[in-house]
């Protein structure tokens, strides 16, 4: 059995994106459970699932190949999805990215001696970036009519000789002062979606496939930076103990062989664990380990 495509149904086509993005997803679906294998020149990764076929395109591209049902569903930016217009479904946030797990945003920028100081001053301008329609958009929102052009690349080095302004994507803002340009203003923030197109929605092996992939990616998200405790507690220690663990916590309490002696299982913020252990040994924990935790499925 096969969909419009040709290809067979019982086969989720996942786009994966390409460039920046590119280490940070593989390392995501690991810790998901998926071992993602990019080929030197392949833009076709395997994947350990038989009933998922990657494709490595830019993210840019994403939402039009996904729209099309050329893809079943892909990673790809919020931002994306409104440049390309796409009639996608997103089905969830992945807040993760190259530098940070800040969103990125698209800011307006000019020279740092340039008199732009707000939309107003953009009537007639021209402005080069990548994101045209949202730009435009933006522009239209604010009543300015302004030359706005595609960039293909290297936006910060075209003020002012190429340009009067830039909208460019930043995280941190650095790329943009160190080619001593300002922002003006933010257009908008993006983060990273799982997105999927409507037909593929209505094929019962694609949508539960999808389903269960984005369940354990968001596990392997939240479990970033968490690690479990779990430690060994005299019952006489126990209130004591767990008046040092953080108060949110709800941690798991077992009987041992030994009556007197309970184990104690919590997750919590890796940072946290320097400044616990000491404590709780002194209220009466032994036995305390450390380990890691690629997932948390609520």
Same mark, same amino acid.
């Not at 993210?59 to 796409?86: F, I, K, S």
């Not at 160190?178 to 997105?195: D, G, K, Y």
């Given at each position: 059995?096969?969909d419009p495509t =040709?290809?067979?149904s019982?086969v989720l086509k996942l786009?994966?994106?390409a460039?920046?993005l590119?280490?940070?997803?593989a390392?995501?679906?690991?810790k998901? =459970?998926y071992?993602?294998s990019f080929?030197?020149?392949s &833009? &076709? #990764?395997?994947?350990?699932?038989?009933?998922?076929?990657?494709?490595?395109?830019?993210?840019?591209e994403? #939402?039009?190949y996904?729209?099309?049902?050329?893809?079943?569903?892909?990673?790809? *930016?919020h931002?994306w999805?409104l440049?390309?217009?796409?009639r996608?479904?997103?089905?969830?946030e992945?807040?993760?990215s190259?530098v940070s797990?800040?969103p990125? @945003?698209?800011v307006? !920028?000019?020279?740092?001696?340039s008199?732009i100081?707000g939309?107003?001053?953009l009537?007639?301008?021209?402005?080069?970036t990548?994101?045209v329609?949202? /730009?435009?958009?933006w522009l239209?929102?604010?009543?300015?009519k302004?030359?706005?052009?595609?960039?293909?690349g290297?936006t +910060?080095?075209?003020?002012? @000789?190429? !340009?009067d302004?830039i909208?460019?994507? /930043? +995280? /941190?803002g650095?790329s943009?002062?160190?080619?001593?340009? @300002?922002i003006?203003e933010e257009? $908008?923030q993006?983060?990273p979606?799982f997105i999927a197109?409507p037909?593929? %929605?209505?094929n019962p092996?694609k949508k539960r496939?999808?389903?269960?992939l984005?369940?354990?990616?968001?596990g392997?998200?939240? !479990?970033?930076?968490?690690v479990?405790?779990? $430690?060994n507690v005299p019952?006489?220690?126990?209130e004591a103990?767990l008046r040092?663990?953080?108060? %949110?916590?709800?941690?798991?309490i077992s009987s041992?062989?030994d009556p007197d002696?309970?184990?104690v299982? /919590?997750? %919590?913020?890796e940072n946290?664990?320097r400044?616990?252990?000491p404590?709780?040994?002194? !209220?009466?924990?032994? *036995?305390?380990? +450390? &380990?890691?935790?690629?997932k948390i499925?609520?």
């Amino acid at each position: 059995m096969t969909d419009p495509t =040709g290809e067979p149904s019982r086969v989720l086509k996942l786009g994966l994106p390409a460039g920046s993005l590119q280490v940070a997803t593989a390392e995501l679906f690991r810790k998901a =459970g998926y071992k993602v294998s990019f080929g030197e020149r392949s &833009y &076709y #990764p395997a994947i350990d699932d038989p009933e998922i076929q990657c494709t490595l395109l830019r993210a840019q591209e994403m #939402p039009r190949y996904v729209q099309d049902g050329l893809l079943d569903c892909g990673l790809t *930016g919020h931002d994306w999805v409104l440049e390309n217009e796409a009639r996608v479904v997103e089905l969830t946030e992945l807040v993760f990215s190259k530098v940070s797990r800040r969103p990125v @945003r698209w800011v307006l !920028a000019v020279p740092e001696d340039s008199p732009i100081r707000g939309p107003k001053d953009l009537e007639g301008k021209r402005i080069a970036t990548e994101v045209v329609s949202i /730009t435009r958009r933006w522009l239209d929102s604010h009543g300015v009519k302004a030359n706005v052009e595609f960039s293909w690349g290297a936006t +910060e080095v075209k003020p002012p @000789r190429l !340009a009067d302004a830039i909208v460019e994507v /930043t +995280e /941190t803002g650095s790329s943009l002062r160190a080619n001593n340009l @300002r922002i003006v203003e933010e257009l $908008m923030q993006s983060t990273p979606r799982f997105i999927a197109n409507p037909a593929a %929605l209505d094929n019962p092996f694609k949508k539960r496939k999808m389903e269960d992939l984005v369940m354990m990616l968001k596990g392997a998200m939240a !479990a970033e930076g968490k690690v479990g405790l779990m $430690m060994n507690v005299p019952r006489a220690r126990l209130e004591a103990v767990l008046r040092v663990l953080p108060a %949110l916590q709800t941690p798991t309490i077992s009987s041992l062989s030994d009556p007197d002696w309970v184990d104690v299982n /919590t997750i %919590l913020a890796e940072n946290q664990v320097r400044d616990l252990v000491p404590p709780l040994r002194q !209220a009466g924990a032994r *036995g305390i380990v +450390e &380990y890691p935790i690629n997932k948390i499925i609520e």
